[in-house]
C-alpha cells in the first residue's frame, strides 16, 4: 500500500500484533500537531489548543462511531495502553458490589494479572475458565453472579474471538455482574462481532491500530457508581478545598476525565483520529489482500513438514514451533533475512507454557501493510532454514 512507502523492498514486518505500522496520514497528522498547532488539549483557550482539542473530541467521536455505541451511554477515556486501562479500572473497583472476579486461561499476561491483583486486593475469589477452541465460552458451565468478567474479544497468538460475546454480556448482567473486554487484538482486524455489544468497558491499543502508542477506555457512564477514586490529579477536577474537591467527571460533558489524570498525549490522540479515517477509507480490496496473504502464510505451514500450529483456523496472528528448531534461534535466523518475527510466549506464559506445554514458539503477525512477496519471502527463507 502507498501509505507504507517507506517499507524496504526486504523489510518483511511480521509483528502487527504488537504493534502496527503506522500509514503515512497519521504520521503526517501527528507531525502537523508539532508544527502547526502544538498545545494542551482540554484547558488552553488560545488558538493552537483550540485546534488541539477540535480535533481530541472528535477522536473521541470517531471511535464510539467505530464501535457502534451511543455517546449518551459510554464515554472514551485515553490512556497509556490496554494494561494501564484494565488496571485503571480494576485498581479502583469497589468490591462490595461484586462476589468474584473471572477471566480465561487463554489471556494476555494484561488482563491475567491484573485480576490476580485485583483478588489479592480485595480478598474476592477469582476463577480461571475455558475457552473453546475456536474462542468461545460455554456460558452455562459458570456461575456470573455478580463477577467481574475480564476477557479478551480475540487473542494474541491465534486470533481466535470470543464469538458469543453478546450472549456472555447478557448472561453476565442478567446475574448481576460487569464485563471488561480486552479488545487489544479485535480493534485492529476483528472489531465486527464487538461493535454495538454493551459491555461495561472496552480497553484497547491504538498502536496496534495504525496509531501512535496510546490507550483507550471506552466504558459505560454507570461503571463510575461501582468505582472508588484511587487515581487523581490534574485534569480532573472544577474545585478543590483543603481537604475535598470537585471530579470534573460528575457532569457528561467532562466525564471522559474520570480516567485522564494529568497531560495526556495530544499528538498521539489527534494521530489516532487520522488513523480511524484511513481505517474508514480502506476499500474491501486491501482487506481483502490481508486475507489471502493470511491464507497463503497459514496453509504453507499448516502442511510443512514438523510445523506444529497453535491456532485451529487461519487468522492473521498465527503461532507455531518447528520440531527440533528452537524458535528463539529460528526467529534470529528470520532476523537476519530482514524477516521480523516475535519468538517466546508472547505475554501468554499462563496458556501456552502451562496449560499447553509448548515449546517456546514463534508469532507470525500479518498486517495491512503486507504485500504478497512479504509472504514468498517467508516461505522460501523458512523452508531453507527448517531444511
Ligand atoms: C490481547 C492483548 N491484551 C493486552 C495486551 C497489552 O497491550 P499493551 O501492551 O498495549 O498494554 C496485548 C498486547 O499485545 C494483547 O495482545
Same mark, same amino acid.
Not at 484547558?43 to 467521536?61: L, P
Not at 474479544?153 to 456472555?168: H, M, P, Q, T, W
Not at 506445554?357 to 512479504?374: A, K, Q, T, V
Given at each position: ?138 456460558? !452455562? ?118 480516567? !485522564? ?127
Amino acid at each position: 500500500m502507498k501509505e507504507f512507502d517507506y517499507l524496504g523492498a526486504k523489510d518483511v514486518y511480521l509483528d502487527a500484533a504488537c504493534q502496527s505500522l503506522r500509514p503515512r496520514p497519521v504520521i503526517d497528522a501527528i507531525s502537523q500537531y508539532y508544527t502547526e498547532h502544538n498545545s494542551c488539549g482540554e484547558r488552553v483557550k488560545y488558538k493552537w489548543g483550540i485546534e488541539t482539542d477540535e480535533k481530541v473530541e472528535a477522536t473521541r467521536e470517531k471511535v464510539l462511531k467505530f464501535l457502534k455505541l451511543s455517546g449518551r451511554k459510554y464515554t472514551v477515556s485515553f490512556t497509556l495502553n490496554t494494561t494501564y486501562g484494565i488496571n485503571l479500572i480494576l485498581s479502583q473497583l469497589n468490591p462490595k458490589h461484586f462476589d468474584k472476579v473471572i477471566t480465561s486461561e487463554i489471556e494476555h499476561n494484561s488482563p491475567f494479572l491484573s485480576t490476580i491483583a485485583f483478588s489479592k486486593r480485595t480478598g474476592l475469589s477469582r476463577k480461571v475458565i475455558k475457552r473453546n477452541e475456536d474462542g468461545s465460552i460455554e456460558i !452455562e458451565n459458570y456461575d456470573f453472579n455478580r463477577a467481574v468478567v475480564v476477557v479478551n474479544c480475540a487473542s494474541n497468538f491465534d486470533g481466535r474471538k470470543l464469538l458469543n460475546i453478546k450472549e456472555l454480556t447478557k448472561a453476565v448482567h442478567k446475574a448481576g455482574g460487569i464485563i471488561i473486554i480486552d479488545a487489544a487484538q479485535a480493534m485492529s482486524h476483528s472489531s465486527d462481532i464487538l461493535k454495538g455489544v454493551e459491555v461495561d468497558a472496552i480497553c484497547f491499543s491504538a498502536h496496534k491500530m495504525y496509531a501512535p502508542s496510546l490507550g483507550v477506555i471506552v466504558w459505560r457512564d454507570d461503571l463510575i457508581e461501582k468505582m472508588d477514586v484511587g487515581f487523581i490529579g490534574g485534569g480532573m477536577v472544577d474545585d478543590v478545598k483543603k481537604e475535598s474537591y470537585l471530579l470534573s467527571a460528575e457532569s457528561k460533558e467532562h466525564r471522559y476525565t474520570r480516567f !485522564e489524570s494529568g497531560l495526556q498525549a495530544w499528538g498521539e490522540i489527534v494521530g489516532f483520529g487520522a488513523a480511524l479515517d484511513w481505517l474508514n477509507s480502506l476499500l474491501k480490496k486491501d482487506w481483502k489482500n490481508l486475507e489471502n496473504n493470511t491464507k497463503e502464510l497459514y496453509e504453507f505451514l499448516k502442511n510443512s513438514d514438523k510445523v506444529h500450529m497453535v491456532n485451529h483456523e487461519a487468522n492473521p496472528t498465527m503461532s507455531f514451533y518447528v520440531e527440533g528448531v528452537d524458535s528463539h534461534m529460528l526467529g534470529n535466523a528470520l532476523s537476519r533475512d530482514n524477516i521480523m518475527a516475535r519468538t517466546g510466549y508472547f505475554c501468554a506464559h499462563y496458556y501456552l507454557d502451562h496449560v499447553m506445554g509448548f515449546p517456546p514458539l514463534i508469532r507470525f503477525s500479518l498486517g495491512l501493510h503486507n504485500r504478497p512477496e512479504d509472504i514468498e519471502i517467508v516461505k522460501n527463507e523458512l523452508a531453507k532454514i527448517v531444511k
